[in-house]
């Protein structure tokens, strides 16, 4: 399990919400308080979009609490669109490739969660990312396979449908080979204008995932930044927030959508 | 604050003790249960003497727990006397250079504690160490410093006198410098030999040290391997536990050492 | 393109070959001769047979030239068989995963060159292993996945045969695809008892390999440690070095085997 | 020895000097073809100036040719002025805290050359630092030391004076301690508005620096980045470079400033 925070509206400093309060993200790091573990030590990763369409990413194997460079980055960088990640690895080694957010073209993606079984399903869940993406894959998670079978999936032009298409095939992959694990899958994705988050799991039990709505900023993260502040809501389970650019973000029920991509 | 082992006594693979008890260095590195910070994430290192009269030294400024060369070493290399340190800095930088244990000559040392107020005293604890004895400083950390300056005051002719010099000259410096926080002492030296573990703090709270002994194997550390087994002692504060060579281990007591240096 | 080394015979501290010698392996990571690229310096790797059947590995994504750690490991480790390798990238990730040698169970491989295309050929070539080794796949090198299929192809009842196979189906495999660029396989392999060096290439022109016979004690290098030292041999182009346990050295043609095994 | 780059004009991205050019600073990290050491792959680190006073820094210890960080921050990032650094160590750790630039508040610096004996004169060098600076200092580099006295020596009022002063100091303090070797300064200075440079050594062979001036653009770097281009100027030996805000460059003796300090 892992922790992030991703952010869309006026272009802030990142270290005003990965650093400087008082359950940051990089607090997270060390003391999560709702995630099984309390240590998202195993490498960490920033994405941000700034004057090109594709994000910026810094990524690192060593734990976010003592990377100066991130500390650094997060107070130079000011962006209106941005994922941090934070993670507690699931049986896949500590590598920067590994380490969240992933990049394709405009597209980022960052997960919280665990496909049960992969080392019985990964192969065959590999096996539906395409040639011409397959290029694209640098580590060895999960997460990885899951965001870029989403792409072959048709992220780009329908991202909800996309993913619940992947994460019904995945469900149906790992029935097929037996594993009786669940798969999770709070998750973030924009490409850059657009953003979704997504918290669901086959058994109900989704990781947490909050939002905070100022009209000109929205914020969505695994735990609260500060409890003090007003306004932080649960994205319910089995959901998915949109916030299209322009727009007010949405809730809509990721159910129907994955009951209709297994139809 | 960190966490700690040493060995002496027949030879055993490393991971006997490193890696495979049910709170084992390896586990206490991200689950610690007597010490103020529960994770020990910021490096690690294992230090041990094989055949030549110096030790083989891996650090690493990575966590221990997801080390894979940590794990192929200790499971390869067997060893009669071997240290090994997990970290968590207070204050200085996430390196190599940085991480205990500390070797010079046959001489080792790894140390779990901190000098109050080091940034004040730091210049002056470094003008301690001698010309020939500073060019092995390759870190900025206190613990470091206070092993060279502990060489300087002695050690390969009288280990306990030696550390107590150095102890009781910190306290003095810091004292002059005004520092009101503790200087806490819980360590560990050998030259390949003997052994010596000190558990002492300016304020009578020092780190928790604990000590088994099987006749044939002595085992020191910061928080015993498994509750279930008999025979862990608390190393008592103010104390050293000296285990020279073919003799069994005994306790003195440090505070009368540092009085005497003192005078 | 790569540089390695492996040994075989009385026990040895392995700096007397990976760092001590003019032209060491340590030496040929920053001034290679023989190579294409003079610097090998996307990390290395180091594995060593001791008193288990699986061997140790240390593998580290920083340059070799650099490493304390494995300064220290080659002056404590005695080892009768093991082998060294750094790395120069050709196209993946700087990665430990990524550095050789591989091990698998008792057996470990390390290669130096290329698989031409590899990016177009990789999801083929992965599907050649099968579910229960692409488990222990750790990284995106065509090395690993190569060492997985000869795993798979037999490798641990006929390794030359195996190797064979395996070279001839990714041979096939390139075609298929319509690569143009060779695939060039020169390797080491061992299952702690017998050694087996390859020199072959599909366009004639394999990366460089020599050895040095003294009886007791076997080396085989990508380059000469000393040339003023005699007894260094060039392994011919197509051939495969073999050194079974109890046996003198005998070289056999590749070309047959590969024959062998596309028919 | 090492290579460097710095940068003052219309903000640009990094990527257009640092990493786009063919002998691009990235490339010279590989293949320096002016310096004694042709690979500086010890680490390596960039500073930039945006939005506050105080740069941003971004250092690590892999080389700088395989860093998909460095290339994503070089990608994203504008800045007017900016430095980058490649480091070939001599005779201190790889590490983080050994990279340049090194940043003080608003100054940032970075060197190319070496204290003869450093080991020697080391202690003395760092009892030049006064406590209150002391703190800053995070690695154990001849150059952070020089930086620090500098700022001790009033570089904030007087750059080039302070400079002067304390080259002049560390060149008494070797030869006091009986060094032979040389005081070899090639280095790069800046608040965030005015740029100097510095090529100077006390044999009268200092490393390789050159200019180019495109009036609204100003590029200093150890190594033209593309010899194709006309208009590379190199900076006399024991000159200094000042390029003020709003001001054309001009060159200066340094041996005077020196001469002036030693009185």
Request: hydrophobic share 40%; aromatic share 8%; charged share 20%.
């Amino acid at each position: 399990m892992c922790r992030f925070l991703a952010y869309r509206g006026e272009p802030v400093f990142m270290e005003d919400l990965v650093s400087a309060p008082c359950h940051s993200l990089v607090h997270q790091s060390l003391h999560a308080e709702e995630a099984k573990t309390g240590t998202n030590g195993d490498g960490f990763g920033i994405g941000w979009y700034a004057t090109r369409p594709e994000p910026g990413v810094y990524r690192e194997l060593r734990p976010a609490w003592s990377d100066e460079n991130l500390q650094s980055l997060c107070a130079q960088v000011r962006s209106g669109l941005f994922f941090a990640h934070v993670r507690a690895a699931t049986g896949t080694a500590t590598t920067r490739a590994n380490c969240h957010p992933f990049v394709q073209g405009r597209w980022m993606f960052m997960h919280n969660g665990q496909i049960g079984g992969y080392h019985t399903v990964r192969r065959k869940l590999e096996a539906m990312i395409p040639d011409a993406l397959y290029e694209a894959r640098g580590g060895t998670t999960d997460s990885e396979a899951i965001f870029l079978a989403a792409l072959a999936d048709g992220l780009e032009d329908d991202p909800v449908g996309a993913v619940a298409r992947t994460v019904s095939r995945v469900s149906a992959l790992m029935q097929a080979a037996g594993v009786r694990e669940a798969l999770r899958f709070t998750a973030a994705l924009t490409d850059g204008e657009d953003l979704y988050a997504f918290r669901w799991a086959s058994d109900g039990k989704p990781a947490t995932l909050y939002w905070r709505d100022l009209g000109d900023r929205l914020i969505i993260v695994s735990e609260p930044l500060d409890r003090a502040q007003p306004g932080w809501l649960e994205v319910p389970r089995s959901c998915v927030l949109t916030a299209r650019k322009g727009q007010a973000p949405a809730l809509q029920c990721m159910d129907e959508a994955i009951t209709r991509a297994a139809a």
